[in-house]
């Protein structure tokens, strides 16, 4: 049995409408349904690293981050390919020389991370103490 299983039609245009377990997700190359699936991919990589962020100060000793924000650009060539991705996260919590070290480990347990060829891993900055 395989680990994901998704089941995905599409009728018209250039529009996709896939099933995952209990959620339906439409993905449009021309935009008109939905995100486009470069978009679709990095909103996928922000949501998989925050978790793992999360998990990287848990495990450095920071039980609480409150609130975090993230801003994603992403970099695209001329043929409209990902070439780059950024994060930009603004913490409330004050992470001072841990900072590095939750990004490393968010970076190790984040899968969409992982599977991304090195060049197209985000580059990540932090701001803690943000009021935000």
Known sequence: MADIDISSTSQNGFATRS??????????????????????????YVSCFVPAFKIG????????????AVTTTAELDDED??????????????????????????????????ALRDQLQAEVTVTDGAEL
């Open 19 to 44: 099933v995952v377990e209990d959620w339906e997700l439409t993905i449009d190359a021309a935009e008109q349904e939905g995100p486009n699936p470069v978009q679709v991919l990095v909103a996928s």
């Open 57 to 68: 100060a848990k495990r450095e000793g920071i039980d609480d981050l409150g609130e975090i």
């Open 81 to 114: 390919d990902l070439a780059g991705v950024t994060f930009e996260i603004a913490v409330e919590a004050q992470l001072g020389d841990a900072t590095p070290a939750i990004v490393d480990r968010a970076e190790s347990l984040c899968h969409v991370h992982d």
